[in-house]
């Protein structure tokens, strides 16, 4: 069955530090989605890519890179973690019909 | 800009009896609404979309939702819940599942015996 996969799906790191979370997709879908859930805020968007080689910036995308080198991949890297992006972290690919979340990866920034 | 109101933050209903969970969009073009559920630790699964056409939708788990333009509402609800209903509901406004999606902030279901 097709999936959507997130690692890890716990980690925590230290103010300034690089980290990259994982997203895989065996969907085969073009379109991939990045979101974080706060408390308060519901889901909002980071970067979404429409292809490989395509990124854009959504909603809350200071502080945040993807890129995206293969259809089934879109890593999400924070440059320097901020304690402001503690946070639930959900990866999500998308048909016409329905888009698929990934598990969620929860990020503690110390 | 694209914008999702869901007012209830929290409810509380009993096993058995009925539930409506409330959301209001704003969108400038037709709107292709969506909602989904979250159970706790959990990621999201739909429960029902709304792109066109009747506008009753039936989703997964006995749950409805009534397309409203003229109050811009897309309203979610079940006639009885159960237990297992207790997740937290999100409301979602965008142009298809494949296009990015703007959520509610949520409203927190609890079921009480």
């Known amino acids: 069955d097709a999936e959507i996969t997130q690692s890890p799906r716990h980690k925590i790191t230290e103010t300034g530090r690089q980290v990259t979370l994982a997203c895989h997709q065996t969907?085969?879908?073009?379109?991939m989605f990045w979101y974080r859930q706060d408390l308060g805020h519901g889901l909002r968007l980071i970067h979404y890519?429409?292809?490989?080689?395509?990124?854009n910036k959504g909603e809350v995308s200071d502080g945040y890179s993807v890129s995206r080198s293969n259809t089934e991949d879109l890593p999400l890297t924070l440059e320097s973690a901020a304690s402001s992006q503690t946070s639930v972290y959900f990866c999500?690919?998308?048909?016409?019909?329905?888009?698929?979340f990934g598990p969620g990866t929860r990020l503690t920034v110390l | 800009a694209q914008s999702v109101t869901q007012p209830d933050i929290h409810i509380t209903v009993s096993e058995g009896a009925s539930l409506e969970l409330r959301c209001n969009y704003s969108?400038?073009?037709?709107?292709?609404l969506f909602w989904y559920v979250q159970s706790p630790g959990q990621g999201l699964q739909l429960l029902l979309k709304?792109?066109?056409?009747?506008?009753l939708v039936q989703g997964i788990k006995g749950f409805e939702a009534e397309f409203k333009r003229s109050q811009s509402s897309f309203n979610l609800r079940k006639p009885s819940v159960h237990w297992s209903d207790a997740a937290e509901y999100f409301c979602a406004v965008g142009a298809g599942g494949n296009e990015k999606l703007t959520f509610g902030t949520g409203t927190r279901l609890t079921i009480i015996p």
């Open positions: 999500a690919s998308g048909s016409y019909n329905e888009q698929f």
């Open positions: 890519s429409y292809g490989v080689q395509d990124t």
């Open positions: 969907w085969n879908h073009n379109n």
């Open positions: 969108y400038g073009a037709t709107p292709y």
């Open positions: 709304y792109f066109s056409g009747d506008t």
